[in-house]
């Protein structure tokens, strides 16, 4: 079995979206994020594969209160990174996968397609147009595949693909999608252009 960890932060004005609020504020770079994460649980929910909620803090959101979620552990993302998929494979699984909450284009058809993939790869990567990653998925947890990893820059599918090579990862890289992250993101998808304007 290939399990889903979904990491997500709870949707509290100024903590989210941060590069969005210069541009549009925090309450409605907010909303934006809070459609994003209720895209993302609908989508982990009805993909077809087991799933676990991984929150960045405790909340009591109305989002979560049907979710038995855990914390991240690690002190960069790439820790946090690796210590959820030390934990979902160390439970018996074949590999397991981590997305995040701020990408519209991924769908179920991405999340089986990576399950596939790790059949006969060590790593599946879905590329994101800013440089980084949508999705990352693993059939062993090694910390190295993370090591010196610029987290937030446009580098590190490439830095991640470098590790992957020094450890002899057969990898496999599925179609490129695009993340919100900035104002030209968000341009890209009227419905949260919408949030955008709303009250």
Known sequence: MIP???????????LVKTRLIPDIGAAAAT??????????LELVQGCGLDYQLYLSQDSDDELFQDERYLLQKGADLGARMHN?????????????IVIGSDCLDLGPSQLQAAAQALADHELVLIPALDGGFALIGCT??????FDSVSWGTDQVLAQTIANAE??????????????????QDLEQYPELLSLITSS
């Open 140 to 145: 062993e947890a090694n910390p190295k595949l």
């Open 31 to 40: 909303r934006v994020y809070r459609f994003c994460l209720e895209h993302s």
């Open 4 to 14: 889903v960890a979904l990491f997500a932060r709870p949707p509290q004005p100024g």
């Open 166 to 183: 020094r450890l002899h990862y057969r990898l496999c890289l599925l179609e490129t999608v695009r993340d919100i992250d900035t104002l």
């Open 84 to 96: 959820a998929l030390a934990e979902l494979l160390a439970a018996n699984n074949d590999g397991a």
